[in-house]
């Protein structure tokens, strides 16, 4: 009887790279049209509308064409009720207000952070009500800080309270482009394949 050896990804990657390429490569033609994290992204994107005490009534999202949202803001406004502006196009100070109270914010400030290759990058640090801090309050996954950066950056750049909402749906594509492209790396394939303790033979045929 004939023996196979057999071999796991990151073996078969230092061993055998032509194999680990044509496993890779099997990989990302079986998984191309697929975005695991779809389901944990749409359900932040629509957790920072309910959360907002804004009514969602039709979304399209994609990673690689138009992407919109449709909504119905509510005309709640707890600092200026006899403003005769319209909520859609609040900006600045009075848009940040609205987001505030309608979040259950206290404070928001927006801080730097060191990323890779020494990039700056910016994320919010933000505090409820309460006072405790703000932490994926939407859904408890991480996508919740991406919405809601988003949104504070809009905001914070000069868009309406509306242009700021409707951008959400240009980020959801953005975090559906994102989750795509890492999940067809290397590195990734590596992680997933020896988690789940796939095998392969020299050749990158999974047994």
Known sequence: METIEVYSASELKEKFPEGFEYAHEKWQNSHSHDTFRTDEIMDSLKGIFKASGIKLDDWSISDSSESYVKFTLPTYWSELADCDQLVDDYTGRRALNWTKTGLE????????????????????????????????EFTGVCYDHDFLDSLLDDIKSGCTLSEAYHNLADKAGRLFY????????????????????????EEGKQI
């Open 105 to 136: 914010l206290k404070s928001v400030k927006r801080i730097g952070y060191p990323g890779k290759n020494k990039q700056k990058l910016f994320r919010y640090d933000v505090i409820k009500s309460d006072g405790k801090p703000w932490s994926c």
């Open 178 to 201: 994102e989750e795509w492209k890492d999940q067809m790396s290397e590195e990734y394939f590596i992680d997933f394949a020896d988690a789940n303790e796939f095998k392969f033979t």
